[in-house]
């Protein structure tokens, strides 16, 4: 009896942290699928490390004011705008947020993560590294939007 509620355990808790990390397909197997910049916009990419700590909370990421995503641990996704000044958002129980001018051909890298609240969790917009920031969405799953093709 020990044992098998022992296993239930570690079933539930499995299933548990797998409900909250993204799903999607692989970096690898959409990058051939990511368009070409247009030269008159630049991209942004969104994306969160995947770690267990917080991962039920996946609050929405807005673009001046504009929800663009979610910040899904495991996941990524970008979106290319025209060139101007930019404000992210991310809200749990405070709001959190990064401006930026985005130029034309510009690629910009905003990282989500996550740190203590005092009821939830909070999402952090920072500007990340674009010299590291490509091999760690390497590492991730596409959790934008689902097309034949993965243009926004």
């Given amino acids: 009896m020990k044992n098998l509620c022992r296993t239930l355990l570690l079933s539930a808790s499995a299933a548990f942290i797998a409900a909250g990390c993204a799903s999607g397909p692989q970096y690898k197997d959409v990058a051939s699928s990511i368009p070409t910049l247009a030269p008159d916009h630049g991209r942004i990419y969104f994306f969160r490390e995947n770690s267990m700590g917080g991962a039920l909370i996946q609050p929405e990421i807005r673009l001046n004011e504009q929800v663009v995503g979610r910040s899904v641990p495991g996941g990524f996704f970008y979106v290319d705008e025209t060139p101007g000044d ?26 989500t993560s996550i740190s203590m609240g005092i009821l939830v969790g909070h999402i952090t917009p920072t500007l990340d590294d674009p010299d590291t920031a490509p091999q760690e969405i390497e590492q991730l799953k596409y959790t934008g939007v689902k097309t034949n093709t993965v243009t926004q």
Avoid at 95 to 107: E, N, S, V, Y
């Fill in 86 to 111: 930019y404000t992210v958002a991310t809200t749990t129980e405070t709001k959190k947020t990064i401006t930026f001018a985005l130029r034309a051909g510009d690629t910009k890298y905003v990282r």
